[in-house]
């Protein structure tokens, strides 16, 4: 292809990956604290709006 990127070594190939693996899972772990974040928000909202308005079981 005229686009491609030169043949690269196996050696120069992993230590990429060495390299993009030493910077963490930064991403991931902001993926989880938004998905936390977003349970504990529905979480919030149906007590607040479907659980108090109700009152307390007699």
């Given amino acids: 292809m005229i ?3 030169p043949p690269t070594s196996a ?14 899972p930064s991403g991931a772990l902001a993926l989880a604290g938004i998905a936390t974040a977003c349970v ?4 919030f909202a149906f007590y607040l709006f479907v659980f108090l308005p109700r009152g307390s079981l007699q």
């Fill in 3 to 5: 686009n491609s990127d």
């Fill in 11 to 24: 050696a120069s190939a992993d230590r990429a990956v060495d390299e993009i693996v030493a910077q963490g």
């Fill in 40 to 43: 504990v928000a529905m979480w």
